[in-house]
């Protein structure tokens, strides 16, 4: 059983930095394809980066690029969002999510099957 859980989120000043991580297991993780997506209160669940099973191919929401950073240690198992320069509208929840294809990458919540319990990021003005 493929289980996902993210770390790191919490209460950052505008500007700040936060990196956050998500620690799979139940699942081999090398051949997985990670992703983050976030939800801000009463709005649609977004994209936010995501990155291919090897770590070659990385892709960004425009709203990030540029401030965040995917990576991923296929080692550790841990998929991880360095996170700078943030913004009150950098405020949500924020999900890491898992598709078992190789050398793919994608920006659409459904394509991705498994799923973290989300961890809280709120930027204070």
């Known amino acids: 059983q493929v289980q996902l859980v993210e770390s790191g989120g919490g209460l950052v000043q505008r500007g700040g930095s936060l990196r956050l991580s998500c620690a799979a297991s139940g699942l081999t993780f090398s051949t997985y394809a990670m992703a983050w997506f976030r939800q801000a209160p009463g709005k649609e669940r977004d994209f936010v980066a995501a990155i291919c099973n090897r770590g070659i191919q990385r892709y960004y929401a425009d709203s990030v690029k540029g401030r965040f950073t995917i990576s991923r240690d296929n080692v550790k198992k841990t998929a991880y969002l360095e996170m700078n320069s943030l913004k009150s509208d950098d405020t949500a929840v924020y999900y890491c999510?898992?598709?078992?294809?190789?050398?793919?990458?994608?920006?659409?919540?459904?394509?991705?099957?498994?799923w973290g319990q989300g961890t809280q990021v709120t930027v204070s003005s």
């Open positions: 999510a898992a598709e078992a294809r190789s050398r793919w990458l994608s920006d659409r919540e459904y394509e991705y099957r498994n």
